[in-house]
């Protein structure tokens, strides 16, 4: 009659200690979603994201903005600790001189480490960095070109080497 008064309460003790486990875990796994999209945006844990501008004439200078990302931007960078974010500009057309595309942030104009060169004729040119900042703008300089046509578009997140 002993051991059966034993094994009720070492039964009952394991079922709890089984459903304990079961609601912490539980817990830790609603915690950890519930950090990583708050403090890191979903289009950051799922890939990358971004726009794409037709620079509608080519023998004017544009500045193309991205005021719209920089919710996620600051996001990321108040949570990280000196984290840049990846970004991908990419450039394609035809132009009939060499022209820029350059990456600035707001109120520092002309960042000579983020600019990349377009061939006079067909473009097709791709790079790469990381911003800082929390908004940021990218440059089409024409430099001497009058004609042609030419599409811009920039990727925030991963990078596709």
């Known amino acids: 009659m002993r051991k059966s008064m034993i094994k009720r309460p070492l039964n009952m003790f394991k ?12 817990l830790l796994l609603l915690a950890f979603i519930y950090f990583e999209t708050m403090f890191f945006p979903l289009p950051f844990i799922v890939g990358k ?20 990302y920089s919710p996620f931007v600051d996001k990321i960078k108040s949570n990280t600790i000196s984290f840049g974010v990846p970004f991908t500009i990419t450039s394609k057309g035809n132009i009939d001189d060499s022209a ?29 960095g990381e911003i800082y900042a929390d908004e940021c703008e990218v440059v089409y300089s024409h430099g001497n070109v009058k004609s042609g046509n030419l599409i811009v578009s920039f990727e925030l997140g991963r990078q596709k080497k």
């Open 100 to 128: 820029k595309v350059h990456f600035q942030y707001v109120g520092h104009p002309d960042n000579p480490f983020y600019s990349c060169k377009l061939p006079k004729g067909k473009v097709d040119t791709v790079f790469y």
């Open 49 to 68: 994201f971004g726009d794409q501008f037709n620079v509608k004439d080519v023998s004017r200078d544009t500045v193309f903005s991205w005021y719209r």
């Open 15 to 26: 079922k709890v200690l089984i459903t304990l486990g079961v609601i912490i875990l539980s």
